[in-house]
Structure formats: C-alpha cells, structure tokens
C-alpha cells in the first residue's frame, strides 16, 4: 500500500486515476488549482469511492507550497498529470505552454527534490509521434512533434530520462497516452471540456444532447477504409488502471520506462459514431469538412510493450466507451432516459 501525490488531481484522467489507486488499496493526494476542474470533483470522490482524500489547492509552480504538501502528506511517489492540453491554444500563445508544461514540471521536480520523492509516473501523449511512417506505433519510433503542446510533452520526458539518468529520480515511467474517452461507469466522474470540445467524443455527445448542430467530419478522403482519420480510442478506466499498475511498478523497482498506452485497434471516426449511434440510440448528424491542417490520417499504439512490462492491456471496447461517455453527458445534460 503506497502513498501517492497525483497532480492535477481534480482533472479527467487523474480523477479516474484516484478511483483505480483506492480501489487497490493505496491513499491518494489530489493537489490542483483548480484552472480546469471542478472544485466538487473531490467530493464526487468521497461519494464514489468512500474514502476522504487530501486536497490541497496549490499552482505546480509554487515550489513552497508544493513542498510543503510532501512535507504534509509524506507520499511514495508522483503522478504528475497537471498541464495544459489544448494543441490549438499552444500554437496560440507558446510561452504559456512553455511555462505551464514545462517550467511548472522544473519546480515540481525542485519540490520533490527538496521532500526527498523520487518516484514518478509521468502523463506524456501519443501526440510525441507526429505523423507515424505506419501504424501500430512502437515506441521507439520516430518523435516528430508538429505543435508546441506536443514539444512540451517530449522536451518533459527528455528532462524525466535525464533526472533518472542523474539518479536524482530513482524511477519514472512515461507514459503515451493515445485517445483517452469516456467516463466512469457511475457517471459521477468525467470530462468536462471547457467552450467548444477539441476532441471528438466530447464533441459527439454534445451533439446527441442537443448542445450542438452537428458533428463536423474533417476529411472523408484520407487514405483509409471509410476515408476518415483513424485513432486508437481508450478508455479512461482502462487508462487508469494501468497507472495503478504503473506506480507499483516503479515504487517496486528502480527502473525507467516508457511506454504506449492505447487499446492497438484504430477505429476511424465514421466508426466511432455509428458505435456511438448503436450503444445509445441517438442519431449524429454530420457535416463533412474540409481536412484540417496537421491532422494525421492514421495512429494507433502497438500496446505490447505495456503488457510485457506492467501486466496490462485494454479491457473494455468501442461499445463500452460509447456507454460510458454518453451516461455522463447525458447526466450533466439532465437527461434521464438513458
Ligand atoms: N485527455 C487527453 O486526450 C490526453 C491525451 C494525452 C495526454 N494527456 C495528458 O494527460 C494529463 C491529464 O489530462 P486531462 O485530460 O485529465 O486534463 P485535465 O485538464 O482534465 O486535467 C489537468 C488538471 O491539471 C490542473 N492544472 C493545470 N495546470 C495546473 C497547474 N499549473 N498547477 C496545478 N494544477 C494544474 C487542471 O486544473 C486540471 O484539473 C495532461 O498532462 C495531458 O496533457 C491528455
């Protein structure tokens, strides 16, 4: 049973996260500020887990008050998920990115550092890939980043392989997220995109809610079975489990590690909607659009690597994501029918 910080606490992945942690029996820290969260989302724990879990709301950047919550809440180990994670708005205004990624992840360290925490799980993104020669990915593939968000994360998992290098950390793993999706299956957590939503699953249950017209499909020529982008969909519970897993290994062993995590089906979006159309009965209208600049037509992980080394692999499908994201929505929509 281990003590873990997680950062960005409040936030969609790492909330999940803090179910799956508990679930095995670990405590859970949440420190976060809160700027992409919901203040409630800790109660929400409390409500779905039982279990209370120290809050401590604080920037990443503020080294004293990160310190100062180690010191608190002495904790094995990290996992930082807190950044900024909009490709579009890194392009809009890099130095925010730069500084939030990456100068918040210095003084996160710099706070470990002086608690003596020197084990880390690591939020990084598939994004690292760019435009892949072919799919499944492996790891070792070319990282050819081709916006600023994307740098950040790849510029971080330099700066995690050098402190472990150093041995100022004594183990870290890195872990490549493909397309995180859906909600627990209790609706009581999820994600909530702030505006209009840059990811396609948000954007589909919007749409089902009424909340928006349609669905716009950007590009239906891609080199691809349907003609539409082809994306490895995972499911946050999935994803949450295998961090669970992940901060064991590395509270185990003094190893670091990188890794893909993502289920090795790439689905395209047409795909995604009629199995959204199918698990939940609402149809999606859809627009199609032009093809945006920098999408890439088609990714998805090889997840072996994630086996082999933490025991883990996808569990749950398409059907379940589509499931599980359209509960949520539809609760926060105030729709009952489902
Ligand atoms: N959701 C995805 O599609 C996806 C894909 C790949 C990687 N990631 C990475 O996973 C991590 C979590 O993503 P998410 O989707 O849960 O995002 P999220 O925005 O829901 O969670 C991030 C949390 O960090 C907090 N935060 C942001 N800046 C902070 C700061 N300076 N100090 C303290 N807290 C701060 C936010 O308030 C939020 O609660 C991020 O690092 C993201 O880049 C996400």
Not at 36 to 58: M, Q, W, Y
Request: charged letters at 20%; aromatic letters at 6%; a negative charge.
């Amino acid at each position: 049973m281990a003590r873990i910080l997680l950062t960005g606490g409040a936030g969609y992945i790492a909330s999940h996260t803090a179910v799956a942690l508990v679930e095995r029996g670990h405590h859970v820290v949440l420190l976060d500020n809160f700027a992409n969260s919901e203040r409630d989302v800790p109660d929400r724990l409390r409500r779905l887990t039982g279990k209370l879990f120290p809050v401590i709301e604080a920037d990443i950047r503020d080294v004293k008050a990160v310190t100062d919550a180690m010191q608190a809440f002495p904790v094995d180990g990290v996992i930082h998920f807190a950044a900024l994670k909009a490709v579009g708005e890194s392009e809009a205004d890099p130095l925010l990115y730069y500084d939030m990624n990456i100068v918040g992840t210095i003084r996160l360290f710099e706070a470990m550092q002086q608690a003596n925490v020197r084990r880390l799980v690591f939020s990084s993104s598939a994004t690292v890939y760019g435009q892949p020669d072919h799919s499944p990915i492996l790891e070792d593939a070319p990282t050819r980043v081709n916006n600023i968000y994307g740098r950040t994360k790849l510029v971080m998992e330099d700066l995690i392989r050098d402190l472990a290098r150093t041995g100022k950390l004594l183990s870290a793993a890195s872990l490549r997220y493909f397309n995180p999706v859906g909600a627990h299956p209790s609706a009581m957590i999820g994600e909530t995109p702030s505006g209009v939503p840059n990811n396609l699953m948000p954007y589909i249950t919007q749409v089902a809610t009424g909340e928006r017209p349609h669905l716009n499909v950007f590009g239906n020529d891609y080199d691809t079975p349907d003609g539409t982008g082809v994306r490895d969909y995972i499911h946050v519970m999935d994803l949450a489990h295998a961090h669970a897993l992940a901060v064991e290994h590395i509270i185990a062993q003094d190893v670091s590690l990188t890794v893909n995590l993502g289920t090795g089906v790439g689905i395209s979006v047409l795909e995604l909607v009629h199995a959204f159309e199918r698990a939940t009965g609402r149809k999606i209208p859809l627009n199609i659009a032009p093809r945006r600049p920098g999408d890439v037509t088609s990714y998805y992980a090889n997840p072996a690597m994630a086996e082999a080394i933490l025991g883990w692999k996808a569990k749950l499908n398409v059907d379940d994501m589509c499931r599980d994201a359209w509960r949520w929505q539809a609760k926060r929509a105030g729709i009952n029918d489902v």
